[in-house]
């Protein structure tokens, strides 16, 4: 199957400060990728869709200036989490879906954030 | 609106038991189907998949029957592993829309030895 990545897989990072998280698709090209949100033992909830060379549409509730969404090429979305706070500590995962297999949709490893 | 609902956990199995995880959708026209599992601290990674009514997805032991008559896409395994412990997640992507997939809310499984 197709190959998301993210980087990195672990981050920790200080209240007030900024972190990027990336998702690569490595053996397809994707215009669309999708970032979700993961609290402990819940189900994934999707922040926003990222539109590679367009602005990403955010879900309900998502501040989009507080998580910014670049999706700059065909195989690079990045997901800015700015002035973090502890409450924004979690599991952020990517995902997209190559064209011609039927929709599947393929996830990156996850990126655990700890705001300290 | 599309939805996904599945069992709730956790699941509890010692192993070499049957499994049977139940997820039904409800859905417009002719989603794809997919389970999906998460390992402790991991993202998902695709289990298996059905893109038409009675298409049987399998993977590892793992298999997922797509049927349009009951809207279910039950994921079964006849001899459960420890390693088989994880969360199981259903999910349904609406063909020719936005391509954004509707997840269930996940079911734990637990195998002991």
């Known amino acids: 199957g197709a190959v998301v990545s993210q980087h990195p897989s672990r981050v920790i990072c200080k209240s007030g400060t900024s972190v990027k998280i990336e998702c690569r698709s490595l053996?397809?090209?994707?215009?669309?990728m999708f970032w979700y949100r993961q609290f402990p033992k819940q189900s994934l909830m999707l922040m926003a869709t990222?539109?590679?060379?367009?602005?990403?549409?955010?879900e309900q509730g998502v501040e989009k200036d507080k998580f910014l969404i670049n999706h700059a090429s065909l195989t690079l979305s990045t997901l800015t989490v700015t002035s973090a706070h502890p409450e924004d500590s979690s599991f952020y995962i990517c995902?997209?879906?190559?064209?011609?297999?039927?929709?599947?949709?393929?996830f990156g490893e996850g990126s655990w954030l700890t705001v300290v | 609106g599309n939805s996904v609902t599945q069992m709730e956990g956790p699941v509890t199995l010692s192993e070499e038991a049957f499994l049977t995880i139940n997820c039904t959708y409800t859905a417009t026209g002719y989603p794809s189907l997919f389970w999906y599992v998460q390992y402790p601290g991991e993202g998902l990674q695709l289990l298996l998949k059905a893109t038409k009514a009675d298409d049987k997805g399998s993977n590892k032991g793992f298999e997922a029957t797509y049927r349009k008559e009951t809207t279910s896409f039950h994921l079964e395994k006849g001899s459960v592993q420890v390693s088989d412990s994880a969360v199981y997640f259903c999910a349904l992507v609406k063909s020719g829309g936005s391509y954004i997939p509707t997840f269930g809310r996940g079911t734990s499984l637990i195998v002991h030895p």
């Open positions: 990222s539109n590679e060379g367009s602005k990403a549409t955010y």
């Open positions: 995902s997209a879906s190559p064209q011609g297999e039927g929709n599947t949709i393929y």
């Open positions: 053996d397809f090209q994707a215009t669309t």
